[in-house]
């Protein structure tokens, strides 16, 4: 695979999903460099912005298997990852695969069971393996998780852990539509109350199991001068550098950011990076990985905001 096959498979994509979701282009954009850079993205807006109905659609589009788990406060960790029941008839235990034994994992509404069950992921999206009962199991090598959240003001979701929000490579925020885009979702599904029929609409695979090897072969080549990997350790460290941020971002972001900008590179059409690829991903790289001070929450700062000081005081190569 090269960029122009990439970049063909990439347009397909876009236009196949924008056949049942209108708007969300950075959304899905996001999602695409996900994909190639395998990592794992976190969706959080309120509810009916077309969240899960996007993950469905980016998951058919795959060509991969997809399972989707409905995360509700009585979730136990064993109905993620499966368990080993007893066969009186051979005396022997035997593997029950939960649903977490796939290609694109859907965690619908992750943030509606208790972080108990959430840590339940933790090994999977990490090292895409789980351990039951002291045998470890190997995950897909495509194993990836789309996971959506309403925002945690909501009433009966429960905040999702510092180490398990470590793990997705992105968080990004579904915002509610433009007015002409909200008029294009009623006449494209204003018949009816049901989820849409994804067949209905002509979603189709797209993507092979060795297309997608390819891809993330070809995204791991492109090339990374010094001086953008200064800018990406630089921005980095500035988080933990800035005194409205409590605690900042770990190794293991620079690392997820510089491999998600090769990614996003690659999707531009170019076999190196550049800043501006970086400076693109920094906030759904960093929004999820800081914890601001005291401080800075009564003065009413969010994340992007501090996220914004970082970047104009770090001095991009040129």
Do not use: W
Request: with cysteine.
């Amino acid at each position: 695979m090269n960029l122009e096959h990439l970049a063909d498979l990439t347009e397909r994509l876009r236009a196949q999903i924008a056949r049942v979701v209108v708007g969300h282009d950075a959304v899905v954009d996001a999602l695409l460099t996900a994909l190639l850079a395998g990592g794992h993205v976190l969706l959080e807006g309120p509810p009916g912005t077309a969240k899960t109905l996007l993950a469905r659609a980016f998951a058919a589009s795959l060509g991969l298997g997809m399972n989707r788990i409905q995360f509700t406060p009585d979730l136990m960790p064993g109905d993620i990852v499966g368990t080993d029941l007893f066969d009186f008839r051979t005396n022997t235990f035997s593997l029950t695969r939960g649903p977490v034994f796939t290609d694109c994992l859907l965690a619908d509404e992750i943030n509606r069971t208790p972080p108990k069950t959430q840590s339940a992921l933790l090994q999977a999206m990490q090292e895409r393996q789980v351990t039951l009962d002291g045998t470890t199991h190997s995950l897909s090598e495509h194993f990836m998780v789309v996971a959506t959240q309403n925002p945690i003001e909501q009433e009966g979701t429960y905040p999702l852990p510092e180490a398990q929000l470590d793990r997705f490579l992105f968080k990004i925020q579904v915002a509610y539509p433009s007015r002409d885009e909200e008029r294009r979702i009623v006449r494209l599904h204003g018949l009816g109350t049901a989820m849409p029929d994804l067949a209905a609409f002509g979603v189709e695979p797209l993507i092979t199991g060795d297309a997608l090897r390819a891809a993330r072969a070809l995204v791991a080549g492109q090339r990374l001068s010094d001086e953008v990997a200064d800018y990406v350790v630089d921005l980095v460290r500035g988080t933990r550098e800035q005194h409205a941020i409590l605690h900042g971002a770990s190794p293991r972001a620079a690392a997820m950011l510089s491999g998600a900008s090769r990614a996003l590179a690659a999707l531009r059409g170019r076999d190196y990076v550049l800043p501006d690829d970086v400076k693109v991903l920094y906030h759904p790289t960093l929004r999820h990985r800081v914890v601001l001070s005291p401080g800075a929450e009564v003065e009413g700062l969010t994340h992007d905001a501090v996220l914004d000081r970082i970047l104009a005081t770090v001095a991009a190569p040129r």
